[in-house]
């Protein structure tokens, strides 16, 4: 007969050795670039988040729906809580430093261990776009990615419509690796994909040549 604490050990999941992504999605570790700070959210982001996720310019290129009310966004953030709580993917929210204020999230979509790849995603506030945040954010993630995490590959994908996503991952030196015809259905319409990937030695070859 097993005693209470080797019963609990049977019925607990082992702990995510250190070092792997799944531990590091436990944690969300902060990241810090020079004008943001990516760090995991909480309920108390709710205000600053709806601010921008009602906002339908926003959410034209992205899978999610503008949000209706600031319910919406606490079921997100709870969700994405629960991502956490889980070690499965999930996004940090962007901190704009002078400001304190979130104003944007950036994250994993999904994870592949036996390919060891990452799909990110990100938004940002509109009163927030073309300073070169999102192109920030996104070097200091796939930094993360390679040198925290030891990925092998990043994708990331932006509907054809949406250059300027295209544009940010082209500046943190991502390779197009081509266009996919009406691949995904966004709000009824079957759309347009570019995908875009970088490789470790990628990476690695053009931090060397700076
Ligand atoms: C896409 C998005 C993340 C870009 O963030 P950002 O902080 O404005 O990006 P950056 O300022 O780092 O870079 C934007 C680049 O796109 C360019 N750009 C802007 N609008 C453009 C357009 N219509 N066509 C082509 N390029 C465009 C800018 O000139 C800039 O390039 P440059 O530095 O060479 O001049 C932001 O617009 C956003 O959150 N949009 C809504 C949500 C979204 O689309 N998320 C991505 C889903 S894949």
Known sequence: MPDMKQLLSLLMLPPSPPGTPREYFLRMPQVETP???LRRMTMRDARDIYAYSQDEEVARHVLWTAHRSIWETKAYIRWVIQQYRCGEP??????????????GTIGFM?????NATVELGYSLARS???QGLMTEALSAVLAECFQVLKLHRVEAQHFSANPASGRVMAKCGMTHEGSLRRRICNKGVFMDVEMWAILRTDWERSRSAR
């Open 35 to 37: 004008r943001l700070l």
């Open 90 to 103: 999930s996004s940090w929210c962007i901190v704009e430093k002078a400001s304190g204020r979130v104003i």
């Open 110 to 114: 999904s994870y592949q261990g036996d």
């Open 128 to 130: 927030h776009w073309n």
